[in-house]
């Protein structure tokens, strides 16, 4: 069991080794100046960064060399942030903060935005088919796993099943369905990149699995209760706004006591499915309860 500060300090090393990987790649870039700031405005405007922070201690369960996870926990939140750019525009969810900050076609355009989304997803693959810390394997691995996680069977095909439910009422089963593609396939990605890349083996990455499905549903459900909380750090719809009302949410469908509950109940889950995997995973038993817990 590790105690809070040593969490903190794992989060708060591999937050600005992260950092670091993304800025200074993307620095380096010789593209259009007005790409560039685009693409570096989003980035730079904060964000958690979970979810390589997730795939670095994934990774950490099983070998502590982290050079190695670097360029897939910056692609990663590559992807996420192209998603974030483009969820944002006039055409989905049509947001103008994002992060607290003006979202990217406020800042600057709608075209702009459409191509920085672009530029970052297509260039998550160069960083890792680049980086020469893998072998060729391990490249094609993760091109394949990242690709497959974010594009039409897991990220791309959630978000489409989320707008078609805006206008209809869903199913918890359905509920579930679109946020295990729209956000769990990416923490599915961070969970089993960092263990393949740490030397995981088949049945383990496979307990991992089924850990990284419950850590998703828990970090939704908590986005949820935290939206109804109000809390002034989360950025959506105003709370109690029609669009807001019209949301599907586990609170909505379970009512406050019973999404606390059912994230209770995936705890348990996650750090079963945790258990199973055999490894050092202190760092993912305590982020599973930063992840309930969290309040922003
Ligand atoms: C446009 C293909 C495409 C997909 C968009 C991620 C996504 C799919 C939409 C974002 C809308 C949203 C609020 C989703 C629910 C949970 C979520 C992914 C929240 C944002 O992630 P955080 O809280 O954000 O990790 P930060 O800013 O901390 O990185």
């Known amino acids: 069991m590790i105690v809070q500060q040593e969490l903190s300090d794992f989060i708060n090393t591999n937050k600005n080794l992260i950092q670091q ?51 897939a926990a910056a692609a990663l939140e590559m992807i996420h942030t192209y998603s974030l750019i483009h969820d944002d525009l006039p055409a989905m969810d049509d947001d103008d903060l994002r992060r607290g900050q003006p979202t990217n076609h406020k800042r600057y355009d709608e075209a702009t935005a459409i191509l920085a989304g672009d530029a970052l997803l297509t ?31 897991g990220m791309v095909a959630g978000q489409i099943l989320d707008m078609e439910a805006e206008t209809k009422a869903v199913t918890l ?29 088949h049945e383990q990455i496979t307990h991992l699995d089924k850990f990284a499905h419950y850590l998703g549903v828990i970090f939704q459900v908590q986005d949820d209760i ?15 706004s029609d ?40 760092y993912l038993m305590s982020l599973t309860d930063y992840f309930s817990n969290r309040d922003y």
């Open 243 to 282: 669009e807001e009302n019209e949301k599907n949410t586990y609170v909505k469908l379970l009512g406050l006591d019973g999404a606390i509950e059912k994230k209770k109940e995936y705890v348990i889950k996650a750090k079963e499915a945790l258990h199973e995997a055999k490894a050092e995973t202190s």
């Open 173 to 201: 089963a359905e509920l579930e369905t679109i946020h295990t593609l729209k956000t769990g396939e990416l923490f599915r990605f961070a969970i089993s990149s960092g263990a393949y890349l740490g030397g995981a083996t």
């Open 226 to 240: 935290l939206d109804i909380s109000g809390d002034p750090g989360k950025i959506g719809k105003p709370v109690g």
């Open 21 to 71: 990987e993304i800025q200074h790649r993307l620095q380096q870039l010789d593209v259009p100046e007005r790409l560039k700031d685009s693409m570096l405005y989003s980035i730079q405007a904060g964000g958690k960064r979970m979810r390589p922070i997730l795939l670095m201690a994934s990774h950490h369960a099983y070998d502590h060399d982290m050079e190695k996870a670097l360029s």
């Open 123 to 153: 260039f998550s693959f160069e960083h890792v088919a680049g980086d020469p810390r893998l072998t060729d394997t391990q490249k094609v691995q993760l091109v394949r796993l990242l690709s497959e996680a974010s594009g039409p069977k």
